[in-house]
């Protein structure tokens, strides 16, 4: 179900209404200005899309991050990886107050059954728990995975053969207010002035998702000694939900002295979801001995895009 309700709230005192006849315009002209300023910044006009944006990244910031794709028969391996993601999401660009960016990490484990007679299947787990304050904002990541990989189409030679991979991932990202948040943005005058107009707002801000993802991924490979190199592309199911709860109140200025021009409120609710089915391409470079794996690999998807860097010891 989708619900979103949003309010940008802007008066501005003596000075403010001086600026805008300094720029050319009505008071309500300087006003509109200021609002779609804030919105640019708190996506106060396309909640929906903040929140399907923000779920997204969530999820696909441990898109199969746990998973091994150069397998050795009898393998039991455990190793720690760090992933950055990014979302290509206007609604989550680099400018708005939450950003497009994620970084997810963590230790992983993987077996492979071949001690027990059945060398096709390797099975795989992960999980992550990350805390930082960026801007102003509390942050918080847990993301965990399991997944089973099974051999379709046996190895011959250096092809390392055809492997088809599922399993479950769960990702909750939550954003909220640690301090008073300070954002700014230029408004354009009727002759072309720009100014920058300071925003320092405190209150509650609250943006949550947690998603449930199935991918089914179909990848192949091949080994050249120690080097390594594979890739493949997924279908993924996720479903879920995101929120948001804002209620900003605080100052507006401008100029180094920070003069006030006036005040605005924000008040934002909105519930909606990750989108439902999507693709996604993955890619990587492995050096891989017996005992000591590193890899890099990328992954993309229509709106988002991820770089994992590894390492994993088979001892």
């Known amino acids: 179900m989708l619900l979103f309700d949003s309010m940008v709230t802007v008066t501005l005192n003596a000075q403010g209404q001086a600026l805008a006849q300094q720029y050319g315009q009505s008071e309500q002209q300087m006003v509109d200005k200021v609002q779609a300023g804030i919105d ?42 760090a992933t950055g993601a990014l979302s290509r999401d206007l ?18 484990a993987g077996v492979n059954l071949g001690r027990w007679d059945h060398p096709a299947w390797t099975v795989f787990g992960n ?15 847990t993301t965990i995975g399991v997944h089973a990989q099974r051999l379709v189409v046996p190895p011959s030679g250096h092809w390392a053969g055809v ?13 909220g207010e640690a301090m008073p948040i300070h954002t700014h943005f230029t408004i354009t005058g009727a002759n072309n002035q720009k100014k920058t107009i300071d925003y320092l707002a405190s209150g509650t801000l609250d943006v949550r998702a947690d998603t449930y993802t199935v991918p089914v991924e179909v990848t192949t490979g091949a080994l050249f000694g120690a080097f390594g190199v594979y890739g493949g592309a997924g279908v993924d199911l996720t479903l879920g939900g995101s929120d948001i709860t804002a209620v900003l109140d605080g100052d507006l200025s401008i100029n180094s002295d920070n003069e006030p021009i006036g005040t605005a409120k924000i008040t934002a609710s909105g519930t909606s ?43």
């Open 127 to 141: 999980g992550f728990y990350e805390s930082q304050t960026v801007h102003g904002l509390d942050g918080h990541l």
């Open 163 to 175: 492997s088809v991979t599922s399993g479950f991932e769960y990702a909750r990202w939550t954003v």
């Open 40 to 81: 640019s910044i708190y996506q106060t006009g396309h909640i929906g899309d903040l929140l399907r944006a923000f779920a997204n990244t969530a999820a696909f910031a441990d898109r199969s991050s746990g998973v091994a794709y150069l397998v050795d028969r009898d393998d039991i391996v455990v190793g720690a990886l």
């Open 273 to 315: 979801g990750p989108s439902t089915l999507s693709v996604h391409a993955i890619g990587g470079l492995e050096v891989h001995t017996r005992h000591v794996r590193v890899y890099a690999q990328g992954a993309i998807a229509p709106a988002d895009e991820a770089v994992t860097i590894g390492l994993r010891v088979a001892p």
């Open 91 to 108: 609604a989550l660009g680099t400018g708005t107050f939450v950003g497009g960016a994620i970084a997810n990490g963590g230790v992983m």
